[in-house]
Structure formats: C-alpha cells, structure tokens
C-alpha cells in the first residue's frame, strides 16, 4: 500500500504592518526587535484622543476675547488650553473605560490616524490664525491699537508648543509618580484600591506642598522683591517742603516710610499757580496726607495715624475730604484726586494709606482681605473726625478707589443707601468681582438693563457708566444733590468680568449684547473663555483710555454730576482733561 506525499501549499501572502511601531526580523543572526525610534517613542507616550481634544481647545483659545493679545499672551493662552483639551480628553477615555470594566487600554492608533490628525492639525491651524487675524485686526482698529505683524504668528506658534511641551512634562511627571504609588499599593491591595489610594495621596501631598512650601516660600520671596521696589524713589518724587503734605515739615510721618507710590502721591500734583491760572482765582494749596507700610503693618494704627496726619495739616477746614482706597503697592490714580483739586481750586484734602507691598492683581488674589479691613478702618477713622466738626461748617466727604482700591473703597458700606447717607459722594473705578456691594446692585439691577451697563432704582441714587454720556441715563433726576454714586466699568476691562465661574459657567454679560468695546463675535467656551479673560488681564492696561483697565476722561465728568461744584461747567471738563495723568 502506497501513500501519497501532502500537496504543498502555496505560502499566503503576509498581512501590511499597519502597526505605530512597526517591528522586523534582522536579516541575518537570531531575530531581534528594531529599537523605536526616539520620536515614536515618545509618541507613543500621548494619548491620540487627548491630542485631538488639544488640538480642539488650540484652535478655540484663538477666538475673540476682551482685549487684544500679543504673542506672548496668546501663546501662553493656546498652549494652556491645549493642556487643558488634552486633560479632558485623557480623562474622558480613562472614565469610559473605567465605566465598562476594561482595565487595559485601548488598542494603540494605526499609524493613518496620526498622519490624519497631522494633516487636520495643519489644516484646521491655518484656518484659526487666519480668523484669528481678521478678529485682531478689528478690535485692535476699535481701540485704536497697533496691528500686530507676520512675525507674530510664528512666534504664537513656538509659544504655544513651548507652554503644553512643560505642561506635558510636569502632566506626565505627576502620573508617572502616581502609577509608581500604585505599583507599590498593588502588593497589599486590590488594583482599584491601590488606584484610588495612590490618587488621593498624590492630589494631598501636592495641594499640601503648593500650599505649604511653594505658597509660603514664594509668597516670602515676592513679598522681600515687591518691598524692596517699595523702597526705590522715582527720579520726580521730592520730599515736601510744606506742612500741607505727609513726609514734610512737622508731619507724623517720616518721608522714608511712605513708600514708593505714597512719595509719589505727595509729591505729584498741580502746583497753586497752576490751579490759579485754570480756575482764574487765587488757588489753596491742597492737603494731602498719606501714611505707607513703613509706619508700621497694623492696619487699624496706620488708620487713626493717618487721620491725625489729616488732622495735622488743617484737612478739617477745608471744603472737601477724600478718601482715598489704594491698590495693592499704594497707587492712587492721579487723575481722580487732580480732578478734585481743580474742581475746587485747592480747597481740597485727600486722605490715603499703603496696605501691602503686592501689586493689585497679587494683592487681589492673596490679600483682600486686608485691603477689605484697610478700607474700612481708614473711612471709620476720617468720618469719626469730620463728624466732630459742627455740621455748618463740616467739609463734603467723598470716598473713592480704583480697581483692588474700589473693593476696599466699598468695604464701609453694606448698601447704596448707607454709602449715600454716610458720604457727600462716591466714585469706584473698574471695580473687581469681589466688591460686595457692587455685585448685589448689579445683581439686582432693573428688569431689562445689561450687566455691563446696568441701571439699579433708576439711577435715582448710584449710575453705570463706561464713559461721560452715560451718566445722563436714565433721564430719572438724582434722588438728592448729595450722596450720588458712579461706578466707572468698561464692558472691555477683564478686571471687572473676570471670575472663577468662568471656567464652567457662562456670564450673564456674554449671554447679553455685547458692550460698546467687545466684538460679537467673543463667545462663552468652557475653561478657555477662563483662561482668555485671565491673560487679558496682565494687558488691561495697556490699551488706550475708555477702554480695558484704563480710566482717565471719565472721571472729571463723573466728579462733576456726583458733586456738582460751584461755578463748574461741561467746558471746564473738557479743559481739564489733556492735564489729567493717570500717574
């Protein structure tokens, strides 16, 4: 019995490697595995569906927001919110597995869909930068600021890659500290135990080292920079020689302790001659009293010293008292208390005080509640002394403050009603999303009227207003001659619209018509909108007057109605304002 031999088949043909990493035989010797390429190694280290959420959230931070962003800015904003699309990307895939029990990951991407998202990428980026520059181009013509040129795209670019490269490193670093963890639990616990475990420690330990260590360490280094910039002298400020002014003759006050901003404001102001030839009449040399860190950090005793040194310098006969609320360093827009002095020919005393060393937006975020108890306890000191001032001879007190300085303006006051009955006026600029009192007005604002421009009680006691004609609205008459307010707010200036909610939840001022200075086209985008509006404000005051955080040619007008002094008219506005000087 014969057997026949098996029929050779013929060999199928091999399948394409259609793998990321693809992986060969060596021709010759024993089989070994080609070594990844660097690129693709670390390629293979990023999640494809993070990547294209990234790359989502890239092209949205290029949408309009409040002010125009050079490169820096907006390179910043797109490679931030980049690391944010891919955070919520990686995190949405880990939660759908997690959902379904499906502890391995998802199958690695063929190499077709990192070629397709390469090509989307370059695609969808020249699109936005293109829209991107139309948008620039029209709020940079609208607040007649300098276009920006080819070179900055490129550099939007770098930035961008340069910001989410970092926020990838230090991303990976932390996971890769947190699967260690794991590894280390997994001997003792079960895997999603040792999960759960390892990411509350991970998430405890770093809040605990940013709070403790990062926090207190770099909070003590900016405080020992920011003090000693305090300490500088500019080349204009001179020490008074006048009793009229803290740090001059017979002052409680030693010109040293004043503090940078403070010998600035003393210093700084319309001379008598100059008051003389504007209003046309022998002029006072006004009072102004100011008392810096230097004296001494308790804020209470810094309050009653500087109501002595107001004291001191005669402030109790004059006409009118201010109140002045500072920012963080003790700056004092100059052209609020200039405008006083010219309305008044002199016949004026601004009261003021230092409550930190950290410029306003540090300050806001770290120390608000020190200009909070600053404010407060400056108003009570001054107003116990004027009201010991018979009232027929008793000078008009007036409280105003800008930006963190508004904020502490306010802080004396629980309602319009009380800011109206306790002061002869009131002026708060470009207010912050913490001013207690501001938020309750606007929150309840008239049926009808737009958070940027709100009108509270028909105007009859406090007015919005982002430039002089508006405080002819509504056509209501004032409830009295005295006791007015005006809250000057720009719909352009993050520093009033900026707030923590917007990471996840939309305003009511981008839900309204846009204001006077923001483009239709600015839309609410989670997280991004955030992050816009932020690097908006390290530039709000970079932009022209009337817009952004920049108030100078309101302000005489808003003076003027709230107080309506003697003999001044609409034309001497208009005169005074080319001599106003925000510093």
Sequence with gaps: MSSSAPTSQPAAAPEPDDSPV???????????????????????????????????????SVTPSLLPRGPLFQGIVSGASAAVGYGLGVGVSWLIRYMISRDDPWPAPMRRLWVALG???????????????????????????????????????????????????????????????????????????????????????????????????????????????NDETTADSNPPTTPLRSGGPGSLVTWDSLGRQGRIFVSVSPTVAELSEFNGAPAMEPIRAYVGLGSGKDLRANAELAAEELVRAGGLQRKLIAVASTTGTGWINQATVDSLEYMYNGDTATVSMQYSYLPSWLSFLV?????????????????????EVPEAQRPKLVVFGESLGSFAAESAFGTIPALSARTDGALFSGPTFNNKLWVDTTGSRDDGTPEVLP???????????????????????????????????????????????????????????????????????????????????AVSVGVPDGHGHNYLSAIPAAWAKILQPPGWTEAKTEQLIPLLTRD
């Design 455 to 537: 009108t509270y009680d028909d105007g009859r006691q406090v007015r919005f207003i982002a430039d002089a004609p508006d405080l002819d609205e509504p056509t209501t008459e004032w409830v009295s001659p005295s006791g007015r307010a005006v809250y000057l707010q720009h719909a352009s200036d993050p520093i009033s619209w900026w707030n923590p909610r917007l990471i996840l939840r939309e305003p009511d001022w981008l839900k309204e018509d846009p204001g006077r200075d923001v483009l239709s086209a600015m839309r609410w985008i989670p997280f991004v909108t955030f992050l816009q509006v932020s690097a908006d404000m």
């Design 367 to 387: 120390d608000k509640e020190r200009a909070r108890q600053a404010g407060l306890a400056l108003f009570e000191a001054v107003s116990e002394r004027v009201r």
């Design 119 to 229: 090509l989307a990428a370059v695609a969808g980026t020249v699109v936005m930068l293109v829209a991107f520059q139309r948008w620039q181009d029209q709020v940079r013509t609208m607040m007649g600021v300098d276009l920006l040129s080819w070179t900055a795209y490129p550099q939007i670019l770098l930035i961008a890659v340069v910001v989410f490269a970092l926020l990838m490193t230090i991303g990976q670093a932390w996971g890769d500290g947190v699967e260690w963890l794991v590894r280390k639990i997994n001997r003792v616990a079960p895997p999603r135990i040792s999960a759960f475990v390892a990411a509350t420690v991970a998430i405890v330990v770093t809040v605990l080292v940013l709070n403790g260590v990062v926090a207190n360490y770099g909070m003590q280094a900016l405080n020992s920079s920011f003090a000693a910039v």
């Design 22 to 60: 693809p992986e060969r035989a060596a021709a010759t010797g024993p089989a070994e595995e080609k070594k990844p390429s660097w690129w693709r190694r670390r390629l293979h280290r990023y999640s494809c569906v993070g990547l294209t959420v990234a790359l989502v959230f890239f092209w949205l």
